[in-house]
């Protein structure tokens, strides 16, 4: 009996972590920042161009950014980034966010892809489970997160948004096994 209660319980845990879509996210940048953060050597710290702090010469950030825990690095060598929207959060902070949807972007012609979450604390969360449902309650919300990237810097550039199922899948490539 011991058995098969182990391998339904195998089982169940097998099934939530297939169709997890709350990922962790450590926040380096908080909403509403100008300053460019990066997390290095267990640290986080002010990024630098030929030791000047980084600035963002463009709007604020308009949301929280920062990266999931437990992936892997990317071409440009940091971590899987995230967008989380909510209330401002401070950076060194990790919140857990429903994941909505992948912007796939090229930085210094290398991909540098965004997965956009939206924390608990963000009034959108209780209608929002999918990229369909953020473009239905809440259109613009990716434009503006899109357009944002687009000018913030201008190595950057969008290519695409996935939906939330295409970004579930290209999340476990980058996720530390």
């Not at 710290?45 to 030791?51: A, F, G, K, L, Q």
């Not at 929280?64 to 060194?92: H, M, P, T, W």
């Not at 990229?131 to 503006?144: A, C, H, K, M, R």
Request: aromatic content about 10%; hydrophobic content about 35%; overall charge negative.
């Amino acid at each position: 009996m011991k058995i098969k209660q182990l391998i339904l319980v195998f089982k169940l845990i097998s099934t939530l972590s297939f169709s997890q879509t709350e990922m962790d996210v450590l926040v380096e940048i908080e909403s509403g920042s100008t300053i460019k953060y990066e997390y290095k050597k267990g640290a986080i710290v002010c990024d630098s161009v030929e030791n000047k702090v980084r600035i963002i010469d463009y709007l604020n950030y308009p949301f929280n950014y920062g990266f999931i825990i437990n992936s892997s690095k990317q071409q440009d060598n940091d971590y899987l980034d995230a967008v989380l929207i909510g209330n401002r959060i401070s950076s060194g902070d990790t919140l857990s966010g429903r994941v909505i949807c992948m912007i796939e972007t090229i930085d210094n012609d290398e991909e540098d892809n965004k997965v956009v979450l939206i924390h608990s604390s963000s009034s959108l969360y209780k209608n929002v489970q999918n990229l369909n449902d953020l473009n239905t309650y809440y259109p613009g919300v990716i434009e503006i997160i899109k357009i944002w990237f687009d000018n913030y810097k201008k190595e950057s550039e969008v290519k695409r948004v996935l939906n939330t199922e295409q970004t579930m899948k290209k999340i476990s490539d980058y996720l530390l096994k």
